[in-house]
């Protein structure tokens, strides 16, 4: 009975629609979550840098 549905559910020319939507959708939310992490950690990064630039611009006047 279940795999008669589940076979007449995947025959289904709206079903194959709303899941390759659904598939799309989801796909861009992920690359969506993968650019702003990615964001973030370059935006640590350059805070870093920063940081050890003053830091060395700073022991260089003191010497």
Do not use: C, N, P, Y
């Not at 709303?18 to 993968?34: K, Q, Y």
């Amino acid at each position: 009975m279940i795999g008669g549905l589940l076979a007449t559910l995947a025959g289904s020319a709206w079903l194959r629609t709303v899941l390759r939507h659904s598939v799309t959708a989801l796909s861009i939310l992920l690359f969506l979550l993968i650019l702003r992490r990615s964001g973030k950690r370059a935006g640590r990064l350059a805070k870093r840098l920063e940081t050890m630039k003053k830091a060395h611009d700073a022991q260089r006047r003191m010497l």
